[in-house]
């Protein structure tokens, strides 16, 4: 596609619940990137994936945080267990590559509200 | 304190003004940094990038670089009221596999 595409936009859920989010990178990216912003804040790195290797979680606030990219291309963010703290924007962005300071475009993020 | 610092403001700038935004950082191993300007509600846009010391111009916009003061600023040159946004500084080391870090933000209006 044309764009970093993400899905869902809004996603509320019950504490305790578990969520997914999805990041469709531009095509031909290598390397993507998850980041949590909460209002107000500037984003927060999570994780990256170059290709289908996670090379950094060092981001992930708790083991209830999970996130995959199996075939190199779409990623996916899980969060099981919610928490109210949970609640902020969920963005991803990709690249073309990484390691050598390439700049990022992001996605429109998901919303997540946690009740 | 944050490793990357911003004013949140907000500024206000008159129409037709320079709107002038700084960043400082504290991690000397730097390499790339970058000005994205978001939306309220929107993902971030890059805007510009910078990577020696100096000036970098595109259009209004001029970033300006210092890495022996750790700082680095946008310059916004005849500010219009579609500028009026929230522009995040966001700094990485190319070793860091591009991994940026990125300050809270300064809100920007420009009054018509």
């Known amino acids: 596609g044309a764009g970093v595409s993400q899905s869902p936009r809004y996603k509320v859920a019950k504490r305790g619940q578990d969520v997914a989010l999805r990041c469709d990178p531009i095509s031909g990216h290598v390397s993507l990137f998850w980041y949590q912003q909460a209002l107000g804040q500037g984003p927060e790195f999570l994780t990256y994936f170059q290709n289908e290797a996670q090379l950094d979680k060092s981001g992930l606030p708790s083991d209830r945080f999970f996130a995959e990219r199996p075939e190199g291309s779409v990623s996916t963010l899980k969060i099981q267990r919610t928490q109210q703290e949970d609640s902020a924007v969920y963005l991803c962005?990709?690249?073309?590559?990484?390691?050598?300071?390439?700049?990022?475009?992001f996605g429109d993020g998901t919303r997540l509200s946690i009740l | 304190q944050k490793e990357v610092e911003q004013n949140s403001g907000p500024l206000s700038v008159p129409e037709g003004a320079i709107a002038s935004l700084n960043c400082t950082y504290s991690?000397?191993?730097?390499?790339?940094f970058f000005w994205y300007r978001q939306y309220s509600g929107k993902s971030p846009e890059l805007i510009m990038s910078i990577y020696s010391n100096g000036d970098k111009e595109d259009g209004r916009f001029t970033a300006q670089l210092n890495k022996a003061s750790q700082y680095v600023s946008l310059l916004i040159r005849d500010s219009q009221p579609s500028d009026s946004a929230t522009y995040l500084c966001a700094v990485s080391r190319r070793t860091n596999a591009g991994k940026s870090t990125f300050g809270d933000g300064t809100t920007l209006t420009v009054k018509p």
């Open positions: 991690d000397r191993g730097s390499q790339s």
């Open positions: 962005a990709s690249s073309l590559a990484g390691g050598d300071g390439q700049p990022q475009h």
